[in-house]
């Protein structure tokens, strides 16, 4: 019946919103004694972001029959209201695998970021601003580090932030998508979210990745994306300020 179906989906939602703020407000709290307007509002924007993509995944994604669609299928009902099965990615989750996901997710965004802010065209366009960002990028981008560990408890640096976006890197540095080779940047894109996904595949739902690519794809498109619609807004804002 659909409004049992309505009233389950609703309990369901509850749940996760339970368990999520008992990760997530811990998070919020220090990045709320964060002193650096900035630095405060980016971590809130990753973290809501991070937030976002997995509710995205768990609740609205296709469910196993859509699944099995072509992906250009699923992008049409992947926001869509009405699903008749569960997401294919449906799990109660529990404290350790939200704390995994945002963890993970928000560190992908940095990652991500890390190197946006190395390929901005207004940073490109703006020699004043270029100058300034590369004489503070390494001081900047530890601060970034330094609290992220805080609010993780964790011990990043620079190595991790190259292993999440070895893509991006070496398209900066061979500058595949100044000369305009999309097909190289496409397939360095698809590198970079193929560990992510892996990653989140294996930890939190328990599945072997080589044994669903399809999955993989999914998930790590989701994140590339919501990092596209969220994340990059805010650091173009940050560049113009």
Do not use: C, H
């Amino acid at each position: 019946m659909r409004i049992l179906d309505r009233i389950l989906g609703k309990m369901e939602e509850r749940a996760y919103i339970y368990v999520l703020r008992q990760v997530a407000n811990p998070l919020i709290k220090k990045i709320n004694s964060i002193k650096e307007k900035e630095v405060r509002g980016f971590f809130k924007v990753v973290l809501d972001a991070a937030e976002r993509s997995l509710w995205g995944v768990v609740f609205m994604a296709p469910g196993e029959l859509e699944f099995k669609t072509p992906l250009i299928e699923q992008e049409k009902t992947f926001w869509g209201k009405g699903m008749k099965d569960k997401s294919v990615f449906y799990k109660q989750l529990t404290k350790e695998d939200i704390d995994f996901w945002l963890r993970k997710v928000s560190l992908v965004f940095i990652s991500y970021s890390y190197y946006f802010y190395d390929n901005a065209p207004e940073v490109e366009s703006n020699q004043d601003l270029g100058n300034l960002i590369n004489k503070s990028y390494k001081l900047y981008w530890q601060r970034i580090f330094d609290y992220y560990n805080q609010i993780f408890d964790e011990n990043i640096n620079q190595k991790e932030i190259n292993y999440y976006a070895s893509g991006l890197k070496e398209d900066i540095e061979k500058g595949y998508t100044k000369s305009g080779n999309m097909e190289k940047v496409f397939k360095l894109t698809v590198r970079d979210y193929k560990i992510i996904a892996s990653e989140l595949l294996q930890n939190i739902w328990r599945e072997d990745f080589y044994l669903n690519e399809k999955k993989e794809s999914f998930l790590g498109t989701r994140i590339w994306q919501v990092y596209q619609q969220i994340v990059q807004p805010f650091l173009v804002k940050l560049l113009k300020m």
